[in-house]
């Protein structure tokens, strides 16, 4: 099915799908800490996923390093959510998102390029830029971290979607990051009431089911880099998840940040000359 969806579609998709999920997952604070938010979205997401794509053998030995990296940047991205607990959405995916667009200024061979990239790093640094309260450091630190497991993701995808012709490597990967990450919520946070597990369910399907399926699919059509620029979408649209969803603010450089951020992942898509 989605062969017939150009690859930047898919790629917005997936954007689309992560920050209103994560903001979704912001609103259960209330109810568990962000250690159960995320054991809740791993745990409920590698049994969709499982099930979806049913793996039918035990993989290769040359595959184990990548399901493990790629677990591993998985469950390291999560650190997203302790600094969502700190910080307002735009702020965390603003300084999360330094890790992929690093990974598009490392790849990029043409000068427009990286002049794209700079645009949308003028969006980061517009988007929490001068004139707005200090950051806590701790929340700064979590986003960075998530940033940095982020920018792994997109390289370990795009290898995995390169060598296999199933996702099922990708539900492996999601299966052991649930495995390093689903015992601290269980054991950190009351997960049992249904109301919880309903709402984290629906989390875990629009954060993270559908986004690592869209980006699974565009990964093997489109180089690392240009995936790193349009992802510039993401501070963009979590400071929308957060105006809307969550009524947080945003200034007039932070709207003025979007634009730039929107630019430059349209720039990107243009075609070659």
Same mark, same amino acid.
């Given at each position: ?81 302790? #600094? =969502?607990? +700190?910080? &307002? ?8 998102? %330094?890790? *992929?667009?690093?990974?598009? $200024? @490392? ?110 699919? #565009? =990964?093997? +059509?489109? &180089? ?8 510039? %979408?993401? *501070?963009?649209?979590?400071? $929308? @998840? ?32």
């Amino acid at each position: 099915m989605t062969r017939c969806v150009p690859a930047p579609a898919l790629v917005l998709g997936s954007v689309v799908g992560i920050q209103a999920g994560q903001a979704c997952g912001k609103l259960l604070f209330g109810l568990v800490p962000p250690v159960g938010v995320v054991a809740l979205r791993l745990g409920f997401a590698a049994l969709v996923l499982c099930a979806l794509w049913r793996p039918r053998r035990w993989p290769e030995r040359r595959d184990l390093p990548l399901i493990l990296g790629l677990g591993t940047a998985i469950a390291g991205m999560h650190a997203i959510y302790p #600094a =969502l607990e +700190r910080l &307002p959405v735009g702020a965390a995916v603003t300084i999360q998102f %330094l890790g *992929p667009l690093t990974v598009a $200024l @490392a790849g990029s061979r043409r000068l427009r390029d990286v002049a794209w990239a700079g645009l949308a790093g003028l969006g980061v640094f517009l988007f929490y830029g001068p004139g707005t309260t200090a950051l806590p450091t701790a929340g700064v630190a979590f986003a960075l971290v998530s940033g940095a497991c982020w920018a792994a993701y997109v390289l370990l995808v795009k290898r995995i979607g390169a060598r296999a012709s199933d996702p099922s490597l990708l539900a492996l990967a999601v299966a052991w990051a649930a495995l390093l990450c689903v015992p601290f919520g269980v054991a950190g946070a009351d997960l049992a009431r249904p109301g919880v597990l309903l709402a984290g369910f629906g989390v875990a399907v629009l954060s993270a089911v559908l986004p690592w399926s869209l980006d699974l699919a #565009a =990964l093997r +059509r489109m &180089p690392a880099r240009v995936f790193g620029v349009l992802a510039s %979408l993401e *501070p963009a649209l979590g400071g $929308l @998840a957060g105006v809307v969803i969550l009524g947080e603010h945003l200034a007039p450089a932070q709207w003025l940040a979007i634009g730039s951020v929107v630019a430059a992942s349209i720039g990107v898509t243009l075609p070659r000359p």
